[in-house]
């Protein structure tokens, strides 16, 4: 992947539109925009989580939902660095598709996951994209997501 400066929090809540307890990349590694349009980000999953209470007490577990919500919010983020830097209107992406979701192992406090996100294509307001969560650089999750994307309200 060529080298990008990392995108820190505060940017970070400039791309997206999330906020805690829903905003679930802590950061860029690192991404490039030229073919393919590719990112890897992170996020530490702690104790303090709040799904942890209930998901599951005495044995936690992240949901696998929120790891796709997760890989999603990383292909946001790609989708809003390229739309800046090619200087286009402010959007929304919304996740609209879930194909070929696989879980290899559970989530649990402590793990920090790596998402690496590829676009393979765009068309039409709409960005298909391989996504891969790993732990420890092995694969806990798999998916390919479709985005759409879609005009912002707030802007």
Do not use: W
């Not at 690192?30 to 890897?40: A, T």
């Not at 209470?53 to 005495?58: A, C, E, S």
């Not at 936690?60 to 929120?66: E, S």
């Not at 992406?93 to 590829?118: H, M, N, T």
Request: overall charge negative.
């Amino acid at each position: 992947m060529s080298e990008s400066a990392p995108v820190n929090i505060e940017e970070i809540l400039e791309l997206l539109p999330h906020r805690y307890p829903f905003l679930l990349v802590d950061r860029v590694l690192d991404y490039q925009l030229e073919s393919p349009p590719r990112i890897r980000a992170l996020k530490n999953v702690t104790m303090n989580e709040p799904f942890f209470q209930g998901h599951f007490p005495g044995h936690p577990v992240m949901p696998g939902v929120l790891i796709l919500e997760a890989m999603a919010q990383a292909a946001g983020c790609l989708a809003h660095l390229a739309r800046k830097a090619d200087g286009a209107e402010d959007q929304l992406y919304y996740l609209v598709k879930i194909d070929k979701a696989r879980f290899s192992r559970v989530v649990i406090p402590g793990d920090q996951l790596i998402f690496e996100v590829s676009q393979k294509r765009l068309v039409r307001g709409m960005g298909l994209y391989e996504a891969t969560t790993l732990v420890d650089d092995k694969p806990v999750a798999r998916a390919e997501l479709l985005c759409a994307a879609r005009p912002n309200p707030a802007a």
